[in-house]
Nanobody
């Protein structure tokens, strides 16, 4: 089994930066992609950014392109989301997720970390 633990959330002023981390443990060899998702109060969960676990492919939501950067460190079994030029509308609970080989979607989720951007 694989476990994901996020860290790095917090309160920041608009225009500021935060770096989220996701530590993966367990059978990490089964991971083929990692992603960051977020859910704001009263809204559906949305994909923010995803990255191939072995390759270099990345994809971003239009709302964060040019501001957020997803990366991973296979040696540390960790993923990261560098968030810059934060806006109040980025306020949400951010979740790290992993997609395992054979899974049709992201099937493993962390507990989430709160990001609050004040205006």
């Amino acid at each position: 089994q694989v476990q994901l633990v996020e860290s790095g959330g917090g309160l920041v002023q608009a225009g500021g930066s935060l770096r989220l981390s996701c530590a993966a443990s367990g059978r990490t060899s089964s991971i083929i992609a990692m992603g960051w998702f977020r859910q704001a109060p009263g809204k559906e969960r949305e994909s923010v950014a995803v990255i191939g676990w072995r390759g270099s492919g990345t994809s971003y939501a239009d709302s964060v392109k040019g501001r957020f950067t997803i990366s991973r460190d296979n040696a540390k079994n960790a993923g990261y989301l560098q968030m810059s030029s934060l806006k109040p509308e980025d306020t949400a609970v951010y979740y790290c997720a992993a997609r395992r080989s054979g899974a049709g979607s992201y099937d493993l989720w962390g507990q989430g970390t709160q990001v609050t951007v004040s205006s």
